[in-house]
């Protein structure tokens, strides 16, 4: 028989909301346990009690399987589950069957980069991968124009001010031979601000000419070809939650928070 768990993790499992979302239905009063308003925090065991959203009761037998999958993003699609503007998003790569399962981006990766995005219907795993106690380590390959000196480079690895924040220092290094038109780097970054490594360019003095992120944690877009998505290992979610919680007993002491983002459709 299943254990009482929290409201908001029990709705992210059923694929309902994000747990943050989850926890605004219940502030808004729009969860209810056995015909009582549900609040933050409270406990509920699915197999037993009657939980609604909206009036509408949730069924164990209708908990989805759980999906977890690693996609190459094309440049030009957008990492939402609908665009107001008409532009094509990442769930239109998928097939009809995982059309309404609740799959929803891990994050997001804006319109004209490319690279490796997490999809999910887990609302828990996307928590555990996307608020900013737990730092999942994305690497990136950037070009940008012209030639960086050194000393630029170390200012990027230590952290810039970037509108008020101080960024968290990162791993940044040249791979290969630059030109003088262009640079090509290694970005390793421990959080995701809006547009962070093209901000933090610019601040710099360089353009990003392209953003192409290669990996989240131990997991590598490797020879995946654009457009197209895997579903994930066993041992690949296992190592993912393993470093989230990692970072987030040790990184997260050392640095402050920033903004996380999470994903609900």
Same mark, same amino acid.
């Given at each position: 028989m299943t254990e009482t768990e929290r409201l908001q993790k029990i709705l992210s499992q059923y694929g309902i909301a994000s747990r943050r979302k989850a926890e605004q239905l219940i502030e808004a009063g729009r969860v209810a346990v056995n015909g009582e308003v549900a609040h933050l925090g409270q406990k509920a065991n699915p197999d037993s009690d009657r939980i609604t959203v909206d009036n509408q009761p949730l069924r164990p037998d209708q908990r989805p399987q759980g999906h977890y999958l690693l996609l190459h993003k094309p440049l030009g699609m957008v990492s939402t589950c609908a665009d107001p503007d008409g532009r094509p998003t990442v769930l239109d790569i998928l097939p009809t069957a995982?059309?309404?399962?609740g799959i929803h981006p891990v994050g997001r990766l804006d319109a004209y980069s490319s690279g490796a995005l997490l999809l999910t219907n887990d609302g828990d795993f996307t928590y555990r991968l996307t608020h900013p106690k737990h730092d999942v380590a994305k690497t990136y390959q950037v070009r940008i124009e012209g030639q960086i000196a050194n000393q630029t480079l170390d200012l990027w690895r230590q952290g810039i001010d970037l509108d008020g924040y101080q960024t968290r220092p990162a791993q940044v290094r040249r791979l290969g031979s630059s030109s003088p038109e262009s640079t090509l780097l290694e970005v390793v970054l421990w959080e995701g601000r809006n547009r962070q490594i093209r901000r933090v360019a610019e601040a710099l003095g360089h353009r990003v000419i392209s953003l192409h992120r290669t990996a989240i944690g131990p997991v590598s877009v490797g020879i995946l070809k654009s457009g197209a998505y895997r579903s994930l290992s066993? =041992? $690949?979610? %296992?190592?993912?939650?393993?470093? =989230? $919680?990692? %970072?987030?007993?040790?990184?997260?002491?050392?640095?402050?928070?920033?903004?996380?983002?999470s994903q609900s459709c």
């Open positions: 995982l059309q309404p399962v066993s =041992s $690949e979610i %296992k190592a993912l939650l393993a470093e =989230s $919680e990692a %970072k987030s007993a040790t990184f997260h002491n050392r640095f402050p928070a920033s903004t996380g983002v």
